[in-house]
């Protein structure tokens, strides 16, 4: 790979989270040293600015919620029927995130940690507040859960992650399966609700 460059006086951090998102994207397994290579730094730098793999990953998932949060437009929340707003947001989410694949192994974000909190409340709230009015409006299943319904679309985003990641799908094609899945499911023919 070739090195990365980036001008500006704090633009070293950038550039190393640019380098880590292309190899770590690549190859999980890849060394600090190998970063510092593509970003054209040494390893001591890189370690100066994350002083583990963790803090490393943990600024590439905060780049990625915040390009998640600046991707999704207030209006795009506001979308009629509340199943073209899901289908926009799949849309938006699903070709930013492959850009992350680092993080498809890395643990979920940590609600603990006020950064990330932040940036995931700014995606899951608004996304619930959506699930809520399609179930005011009967487009969405009212004995659904919210959080359920959050922790659905998360679990089919992912899976439209992983297939484009593995080469099965094409993003379209893993958009739309994620939207065929998230709003019919994946029977052939609607059966019964048993709750």
């Not at 704090?10 to 989270?17: E, L, S, Y």
């Not at 600046?70 to 209006?75: D, K, T, W």
Request: charge should be negative; hydrophobic fraction near 45%; include cysteine.
């Amino acid at each position: 790979m070739t090195p990365i460059t980036a001008p500006g006086p704090d633009a070293t951090d950038d550039r190393i989270v640019d380098a880590a998102i292309r190899v770590l994207g690549s190859d999980p397994a890849a060394s600090m040293q190998q970063v510092a290579s593509v970003c054209g730094c040494g390893r001591a730098t890189v370690y100066r600015h994350f002083a583990n793999r963790e803090e490393l990953v943990r600024a590439i998932r905060l780049r990625a919620l915040a390009d998640c949060r600046r991707a999704l437009p207030p209006g795009v929340w506001d979308r009629e029927p509340v199943h073209d707003a899901l289908d926009a947001v799949l849309e938006t989410l699903i070709p930013l995130l492959d850009r992350y694949r680092v993080l498809l192994d890395a643990p979920p974000p940590d609600l603990s940690d006020p950064a990330q909190r932040e940036l995931t409340d700014a995606i899951v709230v608004p996304l619930r507040d959506l699930i809520r009015r399609g179930q005011a409006a009967g487009e969405i299943d009212p004995m659904i859960p919210p959080d359920f319904a959050v922790a659905a679309f998360s679990g089919v985003l992912r899976a439209a992650r992983e297939a484009v990641a593995c080469g099965t799908m094409t993003l379209d094609a893993a958009h739309a399966h994620a939207v065929r899945v998230l709003i019919t499911g994946i029977c052939a023919e609607p059966r019964p609700a048993s709750l």
